[in-house]
């Protein structure tokens, strides 16, 4: 089991940045691969990226591609998001989840599958 909780998000002008941190406590986060999500008002919720257990292996929704930037700490047992030339569609809710060991990379885009959830940061883009 872990707990998380995202930070970072905030009002930020179009075309600029913003990091968000998804803090890991309970048990070390090295052993889950880990993803975060969003969810806009009266959506559902959509992937973002996802991380390895080791960060060696990341994947983008199309939408944030070359824009986004997932990455992660297991010593400090934190996940990063950096997001760059931000948009008025990247407004939402974003979570961070994790994923058990036993669960395959293969469905790290799946919202469905993710074993534990943050209680979301929200990031606003004005435009």
């Known amino acids: 089991q872990v707990q998380l909780v995202e930070s970072g998000g905030g009002l930020v002008q179009a075309g600029g940045s913003l990091r968000l941190s998804c803090a890991a406590s309970?048990?070390?986060?090295?052993?889950?691969?880990m993803g975060w999500f969003r969810q806009a008002p009266g959506k559902e919720r959509e992937f973002v990226a996802a991380?390895?257990?080791?960060?060696?292996?990341?994947d983008y929704a199309d939408s944030v591609k070359g824009r986004f930037t997932i990455s992660r700490d297991n010593a400090k047992n934190t996940v990063y998001l950096q997001m760059n030339s931000l948009k008025p569609e990247d407004t939402a809710v974003y979570y961070c989840?994790?994923?058990?060991?036993?669960?395959?990379?293969?469905?790290?885009?799946?919202?469905?599958?993710?074993?534990?959830w943050g209680q979301g940061t929200q990031v606003t883009v004005s435009s």
């Open positions: 989840a994790a994923v058990e060991p036993g669960t395959a990379w293969s469905i790290r885009s799946n919202v469905y599958e993710y074993d534990y």
């Open positions: 309970g048990r070390t986060s090295s052993r889950y691969y």
């Open positions: 991380i390895s257990r080791s960060g060696g292996s990341t």
